[in-house]
């Protein structure tokens, strides 16, 4: 794993609020989503663990919609275990303080590096492209957390309050920013 490989890097996790999440993902059908998948084969340990957690015996009984947040929930599980494991390199970012949190906190304090006004004039003009808009690509990004939120199905809704909200709420604990020493940026 990653943290074998490079143990005193420091690293970020982007999480969402849950159900914006599940509207990602599950916009254009569940055939069609990432994380529905792996839903036909073989399972992880977490995994298991999570079917066994909610009484399910099988992945099969599960809707695509448990299905997905289950899966999700596993990811964000992992990070979790991984920021928690090592303190003071991993860093939970909630996807609502993007991008201003980057050229404030994450940048300058959790990875060191100095960062100017031309700097952050970049990042702001990175952030502000839409970057998943297939036939889309350099389109306008605009914000859509509260219409993902008025459209999720009851169904999204109540699997991403029993797969994934105690994740989220753990996830929102870990909101700490450590201050390392700065490099310069290359």
């Known amino acids: 794993s990653f943290d ?5 890097t420091p690293f970020v996790f982007v999480y ?22 792996p839903k036909r084969g073989p399972q992880g340990e977490l995994m298991q663990h999570l079917l066994e957690e909610h009484d399910f015996s099988s992945t099969r009984e599960m809707s695509d919609e448990d299905y997905c947040a289950a899966h999700l929930a596993s990811i964000t599980e992992s990070a979790l275990s991984a920021i928690e494991q090592a303190p003071g390199l991993g860093m939970a970012v909630n996807y609502a303080d993007l991008p ?31 970057s998943k808009g297939a ?27 029993k797969f994934l909200q105690k994740s989220y709420e753990k996830l929102e604990m870990h909101k700490t920013v450590p201050i390392r020493t700065k490099v310069s940026a290359r």
């Open 16 to 37: 969402r609020e849950p159900v914006e999440v599940l509207m990602s993902q599950l916009k254009m059908g569940a055939k069609n989503a990432n994380c529905v998948r």
């Open 135 to 161: 036939g889309n690509k350099g389109g306008e990004f605009h914000e859509d957390s509260e219409e993902k939120k008025k459209n999720a199905t009851p169904a999204m809704r109540e699997a991403a309050k």
């Open 100 to 130: 201003k949190l980057l050229h404030e906190e994450i940048f300058p304090k959790h990875f060191g590096l100095e960062v100017g006004p031309q700097e952050v004039q970049r990042i702001e003009q990175v952030c502000s492209v839409y």
């Open 4 to 8: 074998r490989l490079f143990p005193d």
